[in-house]
């Protein structure tokens, strides 16, 4: 198990707290869904927490944590606000790349602006991210990317958001290459659908297709801290791909074993959707 040098901390209201042994965690998106639920969970390990989102102030849900935490406005494409975090954060044990956004639809339909706002969070976001404060990451450190199961398997009407996540993922991959060899290990978080935030993103450019997902969205069982509980224990375990769920892994593994069938029955399912169209 990795040590950590003792660390202080100051909470939102400026009060020091001693860390004693307790490690320094970065997340982004950290104001609601699974960034706040990664938050929760570590926090509940003792762990000092810097949550950032694009609120200029944390919100109610951030106001009520427990722990030692500290909030500040980030904007995953603003270069400036990262340079900022760079200047003011020396050293961080855990750093989740965490801030994203859904964009459904087919091809045609999803705008070049689509694209590029979604590319600018979804993949730019992260790169920023790690270019920034991947420095700041010690022996024994953890980058985490949090991607999605449609980075592992890319369903129709889904395009935009599949490229991002399948980006990430390589990118997660690459990063755990380059930086294993100073004792940073990588992880990527790839879940199904869960229950979150994210449909408050989808784009409205496609009416049908953000309903399907808001569906899918509202109607699985799995809630953000189910996949916060279990991922944490992946990164724990220094793994590189977590799947948090059955489905995800069934999918996942139904891909690199059972290529042919899989790539029948998503070829059928483009084909029944074209005719619902």
């Excluded at 606000?81 to 003011?88: F, H, I, K, M, V």
Aim: proline residues 4%.
């Amino acid at each position: 198990m990795s040590r950590f040098l003792p660390r202080k901390s100051a909470d939102r209201s400026g009060r020091a707290a001693a860390a004693g042994g307790a490690r320094r965690v970065f997340i982004t998106g950290a104001a609601s869904g699974l960034g706040l639920a990664l938050a929760t969970e570590y926090l509940t390990l003792g762990d000092e927490v810097i949550l950032t989102d694009v609120h200029a102030d944390p919100p109610p849900a951030v106001q009520g944590l427990q722990g030692r935490w500290t909030y500040r406005r980030l904007d995953v494409t603003s270069d400036e606000d990262w340079r900022s975090a760079a200047e003011e954060i020396d050293s961080l044990d855990i750093l989740v790349n965490n801030a994203g956004i859904a964009i459904g639809g087919p091809l045609e339909s999803t705008s070049m602006e689509s694209w590029q706002r979604i590319v600018d969070i979804n993949l730019l976001g992260v790169v920023r991210g790690c270019r920034a404060l991947a420095p700041t990451l010690g022996r024994g450190g953890r980058l985490v990317i949090t991607a999605s199961a449609a980075g592992l398997v890319h369903a129709p009407q889904m395009g935009a958001y599949n490229a991002t996540k399948a980006a990430v993922v390589a990118l997660g991959e690459t990063l755990d290459a380059e930086l294993r060899p100073r004792g940073v290990s990588t992880s990527v978080i790839c879940p199904q659908f869960f229950r979150s935030g994210l449909a408050e993103s989808l784009s409205g450019e496609d009416a049908r297709a953000d309903e399907m997902a808001r569906t899918l969205l509202s109607r699985t069982r799995l809630t953000s801290e189910t996949i916060a509980r279990r991922s944490v224990r992946g990164i724990e375990a220094r793994r590189l791909v977590i799947t948090p769920d059955a489905l995800a892994t069934f999918f996942w593994y139904s891909k690199r074993f059972t290529r042919v069938p899989f790539l029948g029955s998503t070829r059928l399912i483009g084909r029944v959707v074209a005719r619902g169209r």
